[in-house]
C-alpha cells in the first residue's frame, strides 16, 4: 500500500477509493456480461396460451378485489374482537360454533 501511495503520490484513503470503485466499475461489466449471456440463452415468452387463446383481462377488476379482500379482513377482525369479548378473554374450543352462530347475523362477507 505504501508503494501505491508513493507511486500516485496520493493519500492512503484516496487510494482505496478510487480501488474500491474501480472495483465496482469491473463488478457492473462482468454482471451487464453475465446477464446479457442469460437473457440470449432463455426462451422467448409466448404472447398466447398454449391453447392459442390470446391472454383475457381478469373478470373482476383490482378495486373489487381489493374491496372483497377488505370486507374478509375486517370481518375476521370483528370476529376475533367479539369472540374475545364474548367469552372474556378465556379461548375456550367448546364455544366458537356458538360464537360463529351468534356473529353470522353481524357479518356480511
Known amino acids: 500500500m505504501v508503494q501505491v501511495e508513493a507511486d500516485l503520490g496520493l493519500p492512503a484513503a484516496q487510494v482505496l477509493a478510487l480501488f474500491a470503485k474501480a472495483i465496482r466499475r469491473l463488478h457492473g461489466h462482468l454482471r451487464a456480461a453475465k446477464e446479457a449471456e442469460v437473457a440470449r440463452v432463455l426462451p422467448r415468452a ?36 367479539l369472540w374475545r369479548w364474548r367469552l372474556g378473554g378465556r379461548l375456550a374450543v367448546e364455544s366458537v360454533g356458538q360464537s360463529v352462530d351468534w356473529l353470522r347475523g353481524w357479518v356480511v362477507v
Open 46 to 81: 409466448a404472447p398466447a396460451l398454449a391453447g392459442g387463446e390470446a391472454l383475457a383481462p381478469h373478470e373482476a377488476d383490482l378495486d373489487q378485489e381489493l374491496d372483497e379482500a377488505a370486507r374478509v379482513s375486517a370481518a375476521c377482525f370483528l370476529l376475533c374482537f
